[in-house]
């Protein structure tokens, strides 16, 4: 069936540094794929989404590279702040967004 | 809030009982997703609706769970005489329809624990 893999289970950085998760994907047909970030507590919220035409994408300290071939994509915080702390899920879907399978979560601690 | 909202935020039941959640989606988004998410995981797909149509349930549903959308408006998740392992975060989740997959927008969800 259709899974998702994400790594590291948990990422701590020192504030100003870069953080990269990453993910792969088994479902060849998968074409969506967004990035949540839940907060302690609160629902999951997209951060930042990529379609499978496309190979980057950047919004100011967020992007994220998708490489259908090998069925990897990442997601990397550039300047991370204390308030990037949280847990970070990349998921895949496929056309029509029925299903949108999740990964197991990144927990990311930025040090002040 | 004009968000995905959700009730009950917290539910605990005796094993053997029922429970039922609803959720009430951004009013003009026509899909609507239940998930649940437990300690440490991932949010996990249990079904979907388009309007008051139930397109793909998840094979992790058994027969003691039940969702429907009587108007293609709110929903309704139900299940049956709760076990243990049900304990979880309940999500729902909407979004608009479009041609391509879109975001999903999550509700507060209903922690239920089950003693």
């Known amino acids: 069936g259709e899974n998702v893999e994400q790594h590291p289970s948990t990422l701590s950085v020192q504030e100003g540094d870069s953080a990269v998760i990453k993910c792969t994907y088994s479902d060849s047909a998968s074409n969506y794929f967004p990035w949540y970030k839940q907060e302690l507590g609160k629902r999951p919220q997209l951060i930042i989404d990529?379609?499978?035409?496309?190979g980057e994408k950047k919004d100011q300290r967020i992007a994220v590279t998708l490489n259908k071939t090998a069925k990897h994509f990442s997601l990397h915080i550039t300047e991370t702040q204390p308030e990037d702390s949280a847990v970070y899920f990349c998921?895949?879907?496929?056309?029509?967004?029925?299903?949108?399978?999740f990964g197991a979560g990144t927990r990311l601690f930025v040090k002040a | 809030d004009t968000g995905v909202s959700q009730d009950p935020r917290h539910k605990i039941t005796k094993r053997g009982q029922n429970v039922t959640f609803r959720c009430d989606p951004i009013s003009e988004h026509n899909r609507l997703y239940w998930y649940r998410q437990t300690l440490g995981q991932g949010p996990e797909f249990l079904t979907y609706?388009?309007?008051?149509?139930?397109?793909?349930k998840s094979r992790l549903l058994s027969d003691r769970f039940s969702a429907e959308r009587p108007k293609g408006s709110f929903s309704t998740l139900e299940i049956q005489r709760t076990e243990q392992g049900d304990s979880a975060m309940y999500l729902c989740a909407s979004s608009p329809w479009t041609e391509l997959n879109t975001e999903a927008f999550f509700g507060q969800g209903t922690r239920l624990t089950v003693v």
């Open positions: 990529i379609r499978s035409n496309v």
């Open positions: 609706f388009q309007n008051e149509a139930q397109l793909e």
């Open positions: 998921a895949a879907s496929t056309l029509g967004g029925f299903k949108t399978i």
